[in-house]
């Protein structure tokens, strides 16, 4: 009798990533200002979503985190700004070598900050503070990148001018404490009265054997499969002129579906929550090119590939009733193979337990003679 049911060939797995780039302005672009002060509120919360530090002692200078790495003591802040970035903007996560965000600011043009990792120049990294699948964000405006040397001597980072080079695949990994040897240490020969710090620590902190500027502070990070952008640095959260923005809110009312941008007036109160910086809204001490948001998101996609092979003498009979079964039949106990061909209109795989679990329907029949081989490939997303 003909084989109905037959092993796949081969199965191979893969993943695969696809990047778009995504530009955002004006009305896309939201700021909400949080403050761990006020952790009865919605907006304190948002400290703890983060796992940012609900209280200056909860991480004090002292404590093994900044110790170890110095620049997460300088996400120890009272105020947090967050811009969310909303699902309808980017897939699986964005890419966290890639963003670039200008932040308004007052009397003046904004602030251009971008996004890298530390150490490893990588799309994301685990954080020991703040979790999986996060970025940091760094800004010329606040402080130039490390520019002394590193592994042992051996890199040298004196061309390092600026977080933002004409592309981001010129970026580079932000300097942590934990990169440096002895040797790399006050190879970058900055005074420490010009870093721009958040927490105020002296120039031989965290170990008194290594004074100078040892390690990159950043303004903010971003959460990147959670599609949030968090700025932190008071430089940069200080200074977002709230009352020349465009209050705006997110859930639906008045038959507006929900998540929509539905601009509410202007905001002359000065309110620090869900604003917006259109053109129409900047007074004439901000700059209107002041509010963009520019990321590569990133697309994961897992597929199978099966390879299923119908070799000469098998799947040569069919059940269709508008196939010659009776003739067949006859040929079949002759011993002989003068079979009328079938048509293959659909492959279906099984699992272990003979349970159906995916049909590969065909544009167009294909057919199958006693003698002949044919084979088909499919590809299922996973």
């Not at 699902?87 to 600011?105: A, C, E, I, K, M």
């Not at 981001?168 to 990169?179: E, G, K, S, T």
Request: with cysteine; hydrophobic share 35%.
């Amino acid at each position: 009798m003909p084989t109905f049911l037959k092993q796949v060939e081969s199965m191979i797995s893969s993943k695969q990533q696809d990047s778009t780039y995504v530009a955002l302005t004006g009305e896309e672009i939201i700021y909400i200002k949080a403050n761990r002060e006020t952790l009865n509120e919605k907006w304190g919360n948002y400290f703890n979503s983060f796992n940012l530090p609900s209280s200056q002692d909860m991480m004090p200078s002292g404590s093994t985190t900044s110790l170890e790495n110095p620049h997460l003591y300088q996400l120890n802040v009272n105020e947090i700004v967050i811009i969310p970035i909303g699902r309808d903007s980017y897939n699986d996560f964005v890419d966290g070598r890639s963003l670039t965000l200008t932040v308004p600011q007052t009397g003046g043009s904004g602030k251009t900050v971008v996004s890298t990792t530390y150490s490893m120049f990588d799309k994301k990294q685990d954080n020991i503070l703040l979790g999986s699948n996060i970025a940091f964000l760094f800004s010329d405006d606040v402080n130039l990148p490390y520019s002394g040397t590193s592994a042992d001597g051996a890199i040298d980072n004196s061309a390092h001018a600026t977080w933002n080079p004409s592309s981001y695949l010129n970026r580079f990994p932000a300097a942590a404490y934990q990169d440096l040897e002895s040797s790399d240490k006050n190879t970058d020969q900055r005074t420490w009265s010009t870093v721009n710090r958040v927490n105020s620590v002296s120039e031989s902190y965290p170990n008194i054997n290594d004074q100078g500027y040892n390690y990159d502070i950043p303004v903010g990070f971003v959460s990147l499969d959670r599609g949030f952008v968090v700025l932190t640095h008071p430089s940069i959260v200080d200074n977002i002129p709230w009352s020349s923005g465009t209050k705006v809110h997110l859930t639906g009312a008045d038959d507006t579906p929900a998540g929509s941008v539905v601009v509410d007036g202007d905001n002359t109160s000065g309110l620090e929550q869900n604003i917006v910086f259109t053109a129409s809204s900047y007074s004439t001490t901000v700059n209107p090119s002041a509010s963009t948001l520019n990321f590569r998101e990133i697309s994961v996609d897992f597929k199978t590939g099966v390879l299923c092979l119908a070799a000469p003498g098998e799947f040569y009979l069919s059940t269709n009733p508008t196939w010659p079964q009776a003739a067949n039949l006859q040929e079949l106990e002759n011993g002989t193979n003068n079979f009328d061909s079938i048509f293959v209109s659909q492959v279906g795989l099984y699992n272990v337990n003979q349970e159906l679990i995916a049909v590969a329907k065909m544009s167009e029949p294909i057919e199958k003679k006693y003698t002949n081989i044919i084979t088909f490939t499919l590809d299922i997303d996973v």
